[in-house]
């Protein structure tokens, strides 16, 4: 996926949460790239899938209004799926739902991570589950206006730009004079994701060749899994390390750590 990473890190910064769309049906190119984007994700991340479904997503959404407000007006969505038998199904969900999102941003596209709240049965009328699978999150995909709704304006905690976390308070060792550029550059990144609720559960514990995701123990699992929101930070690390230079490769852990980013040596 390293080909998409220059302008998924383009994506990161301008990325946000929209809500309120203006209806506009999507164009032609979009329509043919996004299920072709899908294939090709769902064939490196196994586990998880996600499926673009081109169609009004009012009933997708409707009589939902939870404490975010309503999702209006988007002429498609995108479901990221999970397959419950698998032990990392959460964070490789996150994970690949967020390279769905970073690519949509950079085709000018607006979403919305939603985990809760959104009409489970509607979801399962439009795609066939299999087995033991189970749709973890959805996001609206269309056109904004530049003008961000007072509610979004709150959730994003827009006055402030991206409302986060400073990373002092999320790494268990933070001693940024000694780390080396890509490890300062992975973290900055990894701290704009998105999360539910925009909660941050993510801790990050660096050592000499490796960074260590855990989930924080103030976070239970409600709703949405605290391990998704990292399985989404995971990703942004990963593209702030490419960005200097870095690859590397993740090994998954157990609760409470998540997973270890290995740098490849060079
Ligand atoms: C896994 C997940 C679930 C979310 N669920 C919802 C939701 O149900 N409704 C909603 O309006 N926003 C939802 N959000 C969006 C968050 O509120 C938003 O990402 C966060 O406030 C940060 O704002 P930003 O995305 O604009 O940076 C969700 C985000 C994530 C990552």
Same mark, same amino acid.
């Given at each position: ?106 085709? #000018? ?35 904004? $206006?530049?003008?961000? $709704? ?44 998105? #999360? ?24 239970? #699992?409600?709703?949405? $899994? ?41």
């Amino acid at each position: 996926m390293y080909e998409y990473y220059a302008n998924w890190y383009q994506a990161i910064f301008i990325r946000r949460s929209r809500r309120q769309y203006n209806g506009q049906p999507l164009p032609e190119n979009i329509i043919y790239h996004l299920p072709i984007f899908c294939e090709n994700l769902n064939n490196i991340i196994k586990g998880s899938r996600v499926v673009f479904v081109n169609t009004d997503t009012e009933n997708v959404f409707r009589g939902i209004i939870g404490s975010y407000g309503k999702i209006k007006g988007s002429p498609a969505y995108a479901a990221f799926i999970g397959d419950m038998a698998d032990p990392n199904v959460q964070e490789k969900t996150g994970y690949l739902g967020e390279s769905f999102i970073l690519e949509a941003t950079y085709q #000018s596209l607006s979403t919305c991570w939603v985990g809760g709240f959104f009409n489970y049965q509607v979801v399962k009328e439009h795609i066939k589950l299999h087995n033991k699978e189970q749709v973890l999150a959805v996001t609206p995909i269309g056109y904004t $206006s530049n003008n961000y $709704s007072v509610m979004e304006r709150v959730t994003s905690g827009m006055v402030s730009g991206h409302k986060r976390k400073s990373l002092d308070k999320l790494c268990l060792n933070y001693t940024p004079q000694k780390w080396p550029k890509w490890v300062n550059n992975s973290l900055s990144t990894a701290r704009l994701a998105p #999360s539910a609720m925009n909660r941050q559960p993510w801790r990050f514990a660096v050592e000499d060749d490796s960074i260590t995701v855990s989930v924080d123990k103030f976070f239970p #699992s409600i709703i949405v $899994s605290p391990r998704l929101d990292c399985g989404i930070a995971m990703l942004h690390l990963e593209i702030g390390a490419y960005q200097k230079g870095i690859t590397g490769k993740w090994e998954y852990l157990k609760h409470p750590e998540v997973a270890r980013f290995w740098r490849n040596q060079i």
